[in-house]
Nanobody, 127 residues
Framework: QMQLVESGGGSVQAGGSLTLSCGAS????????MAWFRQAPGKEREGVAG???????NYADSVKGRFTISKDKDKNTLYLQMNSLKPEDTAMYYC?????????????????????WGQGTQVTVSS
């Protein structure tokens, strides 16, 4: 059973930066698509960024050019570098792993396709 643990959240002012990390109990990055999602109060969970088994990323339009997803296979860690943060980026951020063996999902941000989730880390951006 894979366990995912996020860290790195916090409170920043608009324009600031944060880096989120997601540690995995086993190495999922070889054969599993990984992604970051977020959920703001009263809103549905949405995909922020994903990365396939060979390292190619996908981004939500709202974060393109500001966020960067990456992974370190040796450390079993997924990262999300967030720059130029905006108040609308405020949300709980979750790390997630797709079904084992799924490297190139058709819809990378479909929530129901993800089998494993972290507990979340809060990001708050003030104006």
């Amino acid at each position: 059973q894979m366990q995912l643990v996020e860290s790195g959240g916090g409170s920043v002012q608009a324009g600031g930066s944060l880096t989120l990390s997601c540690g995995a109990s086993v190495n999922p990055y070889i054969n599993t698509y990984m992604a970051w999602f977020r959920q703001a109060p009263g809103k549905e969970r949405e995909g922020v960024a994903g990365i396939d088994c060979v390292g190619s990323p996908n981004y939500a339009d709202s974060v393109k050019g500001r966020f960067t997803i990456s992974k370190d296979k040796d450390k079993n860690t997924l990262y999300l570098q967030m720059n130029s943060l905006k108040p609308e980026d405020t949300a709980m951020y979750y790390c997630a792993a797709n079904r084992e063996g799924v490297c190139f999902p058709i819809l990378w941000d479909r929530v129901r396709d993800y089998n494993f989730w972290g507990q979340g880390t809060q990001v708050t951006v003030s104006s």
